[in-house]
Structure formats: structure tokens, C-alpha cells
């Protein structure tokens, strides 16, 4: 029971355990939707593993499994489901391949035959004829410089991000062959049930460009993969099964791990608990029996090694141990499990993941150690409100390159799509979140139309902004204010501000930005405690986004921040990255710094000379002290241009030689610097 405590406190419980999963789901539902918006029918993506299931700690640092499904190419295991017009593969199972996997044959799009023809660089014709698929088909030159691991490709995260694996694979609709047997067998403990196996034999599968290991055909072998199945089990575990799960990953990172890496795999652990619960009475599985169901997995897991066969719970045939033990490393890992294994529960006071021996041993004195709970639903709410803002990013970067009519064309018809495909569930969530987003673009789009033309904003363009306002604490109104005083409609600008700066709770909020991954510094306990206590609704009021203004929206953004719009000369396009250009050539500012500049603006407009002068000293104190602001070269500049008005020209200019310590290549800082020396050419700095 101390056991099962300790590993609540770490975030290990049920509540943590399910804010993980639907932060996780929702994140990949809410790709789902973005692809539908703007037809993107060639891929999707899932996330798989610790992270999507809910049973990893912060201390485990389990990777973010993405399998990126394409599909162009339609892979079939009957010729009935053969579809003309498209790529058709025909999986072959038989004797040839090695069990849990499959070779891939070309078929004709014409009529359901055979490819005869000549084979390319991505086929191989073998004794028989059979034009067979490499997995060179799936190459992408983006993911060559990733570091392979096993079929994956893996993208370093920056620092306080888990590192992603990112693996390619095609889907086939139907169950694989060398599973239809699990479908009918039933182990002792009847898990999973009837349902839960009716519910995945309906999940397909989908084959993996990677070839057994010792296999003769590893070019041309494919693995089956049933993720989306045991991603159905998982989620069906109940939460003394997960932590026993846990509990065998710590055991392997902490005693196998520095020493035989790799040789015994997270997934080992989750297959040989599949074949625990499937083969053992369910009400063993209870907190005060946590000790006794981990030396269970872990004497199944020691049987599995002496006999290096590790059966896969669905299609048993394949043997994920094959070939991964060597004769030399056996013994040893052997008598690691076996020690932990006699040790009854004694050896888990020496594992240092998570701190559990410390919290053990706090716990047998009756204290009670601080939870994770606070910082786990903070990276979970942040993953979300990252997600949402890439969507919208992204989403920028498709009106980038086409006039202003057609955006507004193509935003409504987002607007529509996602209005039709509200419904309950998280693909309803999804749409909530994403809706007030695309409304707010469009109502600026508009505005900014207006403005150029009438000096004026619309009564649509307003409705469509109010929609969008609470997307997080300021960013939608910060785009209304800047609207307003565009349109010198001063006096309502000035009442939005001052309701942003009432509801910017400088303990709670937090900013977050899309663009790219900020290494984040210590956020407000305020913030915390808010993350902890909702789900993704905390990003309406605990989050303040970057203010993000397109080319097609320059009418809405005052002259100062306008220049970053241009911040890219010839040569320092050179030095973006691939997305930097999803963004770059908007005006992109962080909430705070922004909502001070409208103030010092409005104010000296309105005469206002004490708040004006407050304005320009909480833009500066911010820029200061704010830690996890991502734009700080941008509200450098904005400063300047303020010290300018203020005819502090030294100011000035030490705020864009700032600016440019910061980013130096992409900067509207070299734009401000050249034509304040040309204004100022006779002045000496």
C-alpha cells in the first residue's frame, strides 16, 4: 500500500493517469481535424506508447511515440478490397516471411493483377516474379539527418521536452491473418473481453519498414503493428496493473539499463504483462497485492529470458527476443532479475527514478512527500496549448502566399467545415478549441479590409472577433484592441486594454507560444495549481498566447510592429529553419509586452501623460522580468520605437543593439537602427 502511495504521489493514480490520456488523444484528435480543414488526405498521425496511455513519470522520461500512417498507398490482405485508381499492396504471410511480419507486392491500379512491369529503385522482382515493395518507398529526406532507432526516427526535444520517435508506416483496414486465432482464444482470467476484442479486430493494422532481425528478407519484410489494439488494452487496464507496468520500466532503467541498454524494451514489459493479467485471476490485481503482481511480470519476464522467446500477446508467433540477447550479457541479466526478484521488494529502495527509494522510506516514517501532480498537468497543458497554436501557425503559413479575398474565402470555408463536424467526444473538444481561433483571423482579415477602405471595421468583422475572444486571457482581445486603434477608435480600445490588464493575473498566467519550443524557465505557482485543477479549458484563463498578425492583416497592426513583417533580407531567409518559415514573415509579439505598447499608444493618444508613462515602465519592467517570453527581441524593438517617441535616442538604440544580441540573423532591429542613424545622422550617440 506505501508502494501504490508513493507511486500516486508521482503521478501514477487515476486521475493523472486518464488528464495524460486526454491530453495525449485530444492533442492527436486535434490533428485529425486541422487535416480535414485543409484536405490533407495523405497522412495522419497517432501518438503510441507511454505517453498516450498514461504510464510514464517525469522521471522515466519516456519518448513520444508518432506514427505517421500515409495514405497514398492502400495495402490489402484479399484481393476483394482491391480499389482501382490507387496504389494497391498485397500483403504476403506465408512460410517465406518470419511470423509478425509480411512482404508488400505490387499491384496494377487498372485492373487487380499483378505489376509485371520493370522494378525501380523502390522494388525488388524475386525468383517468382513478384514485384516487391522496399522500404526505401517510404524515405523522407527530412527525417534522413534524425538519428534511426529501430524502425524510428528520432527528433531531439530542447531541453524540458521528451524526445519524439517519429516512425512511418501504411495502414491496412483489415485484421492481419496471423492474428485472426488471438480473436477466439480466451486466457483464464477472460481479458480482454468479447467486446474489447470485437472493438479491435475493427482497428486494421499497419505495416512497419522494418525487417526481422536475422531475417533473410529485411529489406523487404514488413511488421505488422496493432497499435491501435494495444493502445485499446491499455486503456482498458486498471490502475494497480499500469503502476505494475511502471514499476518494470524503473526496474529496467535502473538495474538493466546502465548496463545492457536496449537489450530488454519497454514494449517486452508491456507484452509480458498482457500475458500476466491474461493468464491470472483479475482480483489479484488489487493495490495492497502491487509487490506480488510486480515479482509475478518480473519471474515471467526472467522465464521468457532463460528461454529467449518473449511471444507477442497478439500474434505469438513472433518472438520479439529473437536475436536481441547475446550468449555473453545472458547470465548477467539473469541474475540482476533473479536478485530483484528474491530481494521481495527490497531492491526497489535503490531505485533513484522519480526518487521512489527516498519516498519510500518517507513514507514508512508516516511523511508525506511533495506530489507531481501540479508539474505534469503544466507540461500536459502546454503540450495542448502548443498544439493549438502550431494549428494555427500552420494554418497562416497556407493563406501566406494568396490574396486576401482568397483567405478570407478559404477561413470561412474552414469555419463551416468545423461547425459541421461539432459533435460530442474529443473530436467536439477539438472543434471548440480550434473554432474561436479561426474566427478571430478571419474578423481581423476582415477589419483590416475595412480599415484600408473606410477607416472604418464592420459589424461582421467585429461579431467574428467577439466569437474568438476567448481563446486564452488576451491575445484574441489584444487583436481587438490593436483593430480599434488602427481604426482610431481610440476611447474603445483604451476599455478593452484595461479589461485585458484586470484579467491578466501576473500569479497565475502564463505565456505560451507556438512557433517554435521555448526552453521554458519556472512558472508561477498560481499557474500551476491551475493546471492541476482543470483539463485544457485552464488555457482560456491561465495562457496568454503571442499576438500574431499576417500580411494580410497589416491594417490591424500599428506602424512599429508592422516592420517585423520584413525583419528577412535575402541573405537572412539563408538562415531560417523549416519553421521559421511558418511564421517569420508575420508580426508576431508576446501578449504582455504588447498590451503595454497599446497602452503607451492609446495613452498618448488620449493625453493621458501619468498612464502613459506607466504603460512604457511595465513594458520595460516586463521585458525584464518575464522569463518564458519567446518573442523578446521583438518587444525590444517595440520599446525602442516608444523611447524614440520619447526622444530618448540612446534608448533606442540600445534596445535594438539588445534586440540583436538576441536574434541576429531575422531582426526588424537592423531595419529600426538604419533608419534612426538616417533620421539622426548628424546627432552623436
Not at 497589416?554 to 533580407?569: A, D, G, K, W
Request: with cysteine; charged share 20%.
Amino acid at each position: 500500500m506505501r508502494l501504490s502511495e508513493v507511486l500516486a504521489d508521482i503521478g501514477v493514480d487515476e486521475r493523472i493517469v486518464l488528464k495524460r490520456r486526454r491530453a495525449w488523444l485530444l492533442t492527436e484528435t486535434i490533428g485529425h481535424v486541422n487535416n480535414k480543414l485543409w484536405n490533407e488526405n495523405t497522412y495522419m498521425f497517432y501518438y503510441f506508447g507511454s505517453q498516450s496511455e498514461g504510464t510514464t513519470t517525469m522521471g522515466i522520461k519516456s519518448d513520444t511515440d508518432v506514427l505517421f500512417c500515409l495514405n497514398d498507398l492502400l495495402v490489402i490482405q484479399d484481393w476483394c478490397e482491391w480499389i482501382p485508381g490507387f496504389h494497391n499492396l498485397l500483403m504476403i504471410q506465408d512460410n517465406s516471411v518470419s511470423p509478425g511480419y509480411c512482404l508488400l507486392q505490387f499491384l496494377r491500379p487498372d485492373v487487380p493483377r499483378p505489376v509485371n512491369g520493370e522494378s525501380d529503385q523502390n522494388c525488388f522482382r524475386d525468383r517468382t516474379g513478384k514485384v516487391l515493395v522496399k522500404h526505401s518507398i517510404l524515405s523522407d529526406k527530412n527525417l534522413d539527418k534524425l538519428k534511426m532507432h529501430g524502425p524510428a526516427r528520432v527528433s531531439q526535444g530542447p531541453p524540458g521536452y521528451c524526445h519524439t520517435d517519429n516512425v512511418t508506416a501504411l495502414h491496412c483496414k483489415t485484421w492481419p491473418q496471423q492474428a485472426r486465432q488471438w480473436l477466439d482464444q480466451q486466457g483464464d482470467a477472460q481479458w480482454p473481453s468479447a467486446e474489447i476484442k470485437q472493438y479491435c479486430s475493427r482497428t486494421g493494422c499497419f505495416v512497419v519498414p522494418v525487417g526481422c532481425r536475422g531475417g533473410d528478407f529485411r529489406q523487404l519484410e514488413w511488421r505488422i503493428s496493432t497499435s491501435l489494439a494495444e493502445r485499446c488494452l491499455m486503456l482498458n487496464l486498471n490502475i494497480t496493473q499500469i503502476r505494475c507496468y511502471v514499476l518494470m520500466k524503473m526496474v529496467i532503467k535502473s538495474f538493466l539499463d546502465p548496463q545492457f541498454e536496449d537489450v530488454i524494451s519497454s514494449y517486452m514489459c508491456k507484452t509480458v504483462l498482457f500475458h500476466c493479467i491474461a493468464n491470472s485471476h483479475f482480483n489479484i490485481w488489487r493495490e495492497n497485492n502491487l509487490l506480488s503482481c510486480l515479482s509475478s511480470c518480473l519471474y515471467h519476464l526472467y522465464n521468457n529470458i532463460i528461454n529467449e522467446n518473449c511471444p507477442h500477446f497478439i500474434i505469438p508467433e513472433n518472438n520479439l527476443m529473437r536475436s536481441k540477447i547475446s550468449p555473453v550479457v545472458k547470465p548477467y541479466i539473469l541474475e540482476i532479475l533473479r536478485n530483484i526478484i528474491n530481494s521481495e521488494g527490497v531492491a526497489l529502495l535503490r531505485i533513484k527514478c522519480d526518487g521512489l527509494s527516498f519516498r519510500l522510506r518517507l513514507k514508512f516514517y508516516n511523511l508525506c512527500p511533495f506530489k507531481t501532480s501540479h508539474r505534469i498537468s503544466d507540461l500536459l497543458l502546454r503540450n495542448t496549448a502548443w498544439c493549438i497554436l502550431n494549428v494555427h501557425l500552420k494554418s497562416n503559413a497556407n493563406l501566406q502566399n494568396i490574396s486576401t479575398y482568397e483567405a478570407v474565402h478559404t477561413l470561412t470555408n474552414c469555419i463551416s467545415i468545423i461547425f459541421n463536424l461539432q459533435h460530442e467526444g474529443l473530436v467536439g473538444t477539438a472543434c471548440q478549441l480550434l473554432l474561436p481561433m479561426y474566427c478571430t483571423t478571419l474578423g481581423s482579415v476582415l477589419a483590416s479590409i475595412n480599415i484600408n477602405q473606410h477607416n472604418s471595421v464592420s459589424a461582421d468583422a467585429l461579431k467574428l472577433i467577439s466569437l474568438g475572444l476567448n481563446t486564452d486571457v488576451a491575445s484574441s482581445k489584444l487583436k481587438l484592441a490593436s483593430i480599434l486603434y488602427c481604426a482610431q477608435e481610440i476611447e474603445k480600445a483604451d476599455l478593452v486594454l484595461s479589461e485585458i490588464e484586470r484579467r491578466y493575473d501576473l500569479h497565475v498566467v502564463e505565456p505560451v507560444c507556438g512557433c517554435y519550443q521555448l526552453e521554458t524557465k519556472e512558472r508561477r505557482q498560481g499557474f500551476f495549481v491551475t493546471c492541476d485543477n482543470h483539463n485544457e479549458d485552464a488555457i482560456q484563463y491561465a495562457t496568454a498566447s503571442c499576438v500574431r498578425f499576417m500580411p494580410c492583416e497589416c491594417h490591424c497592426v500599428p506602424t512599429e510592429l508592422r516592420y517585423e513583417m520584413t525583419r528577412s533580407t535575402p541573405e537572412d531567409r539563408i538562415y531560417r529553419t523549416l519553421n521559421d518559415e511558418y511564421w517569420m514573415d508575420n508580426a508576431v509579439v508576446d501578449s504582455l509586452p504588447y498590451l503595454y505598447f497599446l497602452q503607451y499608444k492609446v495613452n498618448s493618444h488620449l493625453g493621458k501623460i501619468n498612464e502613459k508613462q506607466s504603460a512604457l515602465s511595465k513594458l520595460l519592467t516586463t521585458i525584464k522580468t518575464e522569463q518564458n517570453l519567446a518573442h523578446r527581441e521583438t518587444a525590444l524593438n517595440i520599446l525602442g520605437k516608444c523611447m524614440e517617441q520619447e526622444g530618448r535616442v540612446r534608448d533606442a538604440l540600445q534596445c535594438y543593439f539588445m534586440s540583436l544580441n538576441l536574434r541576429r540573423r531575422n531582426n526588424a532591429a537592423k531595419i529600426h537602427i538604419c533608419t534612426l542613424l538616417s533620421a539622426f545622422g548628424n546627432f552623436r550617440v
